[in-house]
């Protein structure tokens, strides 16, 4: 195995920091229960997964792109296989 220190994400900055508070706001959101999600994933992905109303309102935030919160889901399962393989050392 890898040490952790040896993970690399080129991903700039800025595209962090909006997945960051992406996850924040999915885990603080007051309406929805916590329990029900894990710390890393976003919002939207989390609208597409359980198939929430909120998807329509996060969708149209984001009209430029043909799902986002389709898109959203699948990166933050990509996100998950990726930390995981360079984690194990298969990346």
């Known amino acids: 195995m890898k040490p952790l220190h040896a993970i690399r994400d080129e991903t700039p900055r800025i595209v962090k920091m909006g997945d960051a508070l992406s996850q924040l706001v999915n885990v603080f959101w007051p309406f929805w229960d916590h329990r029900e999600t894990n710390a890393n ?51």
């Not at 597409?48 to 109303?53: F, H, I, K, S, V």
């Open 41 to 91: 994933e976003s919002i939207s992905g989390r609208c597409y997964r359980e198939q929430r109303g909120f998807r329509r309102v996060v969708n149209a935030l984001f009209c430029w792109q043909d799902d986002h919160c389709k898109g959203a889901y699948e990166k933050d399962l990509a996100r998950a296989r990726e930390t995981v393989a360079q984690y194990e050392g298969d990346v």
